[in-house]
């Protein structure tokens, strides 16, 4: 309940900061995944052609930050959304926040944003699943050099909130973490790591670095499962639990909490 009714109290007054992803998501849907290998199959084996039945696509704005700003926008919360993006994207970003203009502040670095293809099929027992193909480009590569001025470091400085999400995807979200939290010292310090399975580790050592600053850790069930080193991810939950400035976002970590840390048992050996 921290997070929400700390979000009520920033209504009217102060600034949500938000960082830092923001890609353009291709989705292509399909009937199932046996159709597509089936028709690359056939294509491949003929010297490549175009595939045209039962395929259709959705072009949509994409990127964690970007979906969290322009929830908390439509929510009449005020955003400043630190993203990266070239020309073109930069141009779907207005497009995208135009009717949210008097909630949200973009501010675009320079660069070029990710991009996403997501085929979307139905599996073998009918259940819709997506396999996605994404090239962060510079979103992999947003460090405290991009918030850095005098302008952005007092806008740190006056945030009431500060929400860095998809830190696995950026090679330095250490650095920026570290950067952004420690120039906000007013701010609820919201921190999302999203899909961690190949840096479990790093990202202990980061979390440790910033504890004392950090104010919410948020990890969802599918991550947690997809862990290549999962007795990581519950040295992360088990050490957060025992920092009382730290809460645990989620029902499922709350779940988690109850049933494997306390039980000092994994539900990964289950």
Known sequence: MLVLERLKQYHESGSIVV??????????????????????????????????????????????????????????????????????????????FSKL????NLVIKPGVHGLTTALEFLDETRNRVNVMLHDADDNADFGPDRINSIQELEILQKAKAVAVVNWATNSKGPQLTDHVFRNS???????????????????????????????VLSINETNLQKSKKPDITIRILKWCSNLTNIHLFNFFIRRFKERYINQNTSPFNQ
Do not use: W
């Not at 990127?63 to 005020?78: D, E, F, R, T």
């Not at 701010?187 to 790093?202: C, G, M, N, S, T």
């Open 19 to 96: 960082m830092h992803d923001f890609s353009i998501d291709r989705i292509i849907k399909l009937e199932s995944k046996t159709q597509l290998i089936d028709s690359l199959s056939e294509k491949a084996n003929a010297g490549g052609s175009i595939i045209r039945e039962g395929v259709t696509t959705t072009d949509v704005k994409g990127g964690n930050a970007v979906n969290l700003a322009y929830s908390l926008a439509k929510l009449g919360l005020n955003i400043i959304l630190f993203t990266v993006a070239d020309p073109v994207g930069s141009a779907i970003l207005f497009s995208v």
């Open 101 to 104: 203009k008097d909630k949200v």
């Open 185 to 215: 010292p007013k701010a609820l310090r919201f921190i999302d790591p999203a899909d961690i399975k190949k840096r479990e580790q790093e990202f202990l050592n980061s979390l440790k670095s910033i504890s004392e600053i950090t104010n």
